[in-house]
């Protein structure tokens, strides 16, 4: 395909909507107070730590830092990847560049597809100019791959610096959009062909839903060097899309939709050959720092929040942020101290008591893997 085609993707919405939208997007998940768009249940809450009262760690013999993408950051967590196009997506980019620079953490933005188009918003994009000492990574959509030239993603992505492109996948949203894409068909076949093309990393993300045991393995077979979860319990774009309709009718059908965070670690852990698995992140509906540690016991590289930091952007800016931060590492320090291990990559060995509501529901999601060990017995 060549990079003239590439623009019919914009047949149906042009740069300006585009912008338009976004701006929209936040205005709606920044005003909990008119729109509710979170749906709350990521089933982290039934999985605990098994306290160690004679652990052997002194607070000074712990570490939160570790890698992303081959370089050191100060915690594994990030800032999932949001929004960019309009003045204050820049706005709000910047103060999250800020705090990922200060913070020491990796930080995303949003989908570049607007810079096909307008390609004089380019500075909005350039985060790595404010953050050149942490992993940044750009954003294109799943759909969007079998329709614009890869070579001119690659060249954008080289062009504005970042150490990775991460692919969204947001099916239930693009339904629910008045102007949303609806084919969906060689997403995968896409994301194949740009991990092949590409010399930067691929990331890929959900918005919110959530990525089955058979998509993780499709994903990392695909060559994607990253697969970040982001499960359902925090924003919902189904939600988010009907707000901006003003009929909520159809889409609160959907409040309870997708693969809970916890639940699908949970089940990942089950599936293959059991061990877990190198390449996964979590996110989506992750607030606290408990939530952070549980994620990485259950095998996660690194954890994004979303929906939190742009809220702390819009209250207090980059400090708000940086605090969060802050306060994650404090209570992630004290859960290893408490388990007795030094390192974030140790809590993946520590072990975990869980109610049986999660082991149920892990189990039960595991055996809809076709690598699932058990499904063959399950199956009878
Ligand atoms: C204001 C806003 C804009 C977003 N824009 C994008 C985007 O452009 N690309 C993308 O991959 N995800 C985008 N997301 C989705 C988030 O990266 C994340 O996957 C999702 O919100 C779930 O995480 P959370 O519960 O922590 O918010 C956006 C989220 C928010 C809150």
Sequence with gaps: MTDTESTSVFNSSDAGSLAERKARHLEICVRPDVYAVETNRTGLDGVRFVHRALSEKNLADCTTETEFLGLPISIPVFISSMTGGSDEAYRVNRELARAAQIARIPVGMGSMRI??????????FRLKRIAPDVPVFTNIGGVQLPQISHSLIIETAKKIEVDAIAVHLNIGQELFQADGDTEFRGVLDGIRRLCEASP????????GFGISPDDVAALLDAGVRYVDLAGAGGTNWVRVEAHRSDDTTTADEFSGWGLPTGVL??????????????????S????????VAKCLALGAEAVGLALPFVRDVTSGGADAV?????DIRTVLRSVMIMTDVATPRELRSVPLWSTRAFDDESASLAATATDEPGRDNADG
């Design 322 to 326: 940086v605090k969060r931060v802050e």
């Design 200 to 207: 930067l990393p691929i990331i890929v993300k959900e918005t």
């Design 115 to 124: 810079l096909f188009r307008k390609p004089e918003v380019i500075d909005h």
């Design 265 to 282: 670690l949970g089940a990942l852990a089950r599936t293959g050959d059991g061990r877990k698995r190198d390449g996964i992140l979590a």
């Design 284 to 291: 989506g509906g992750i607030r606290t720092g408990m939530e």
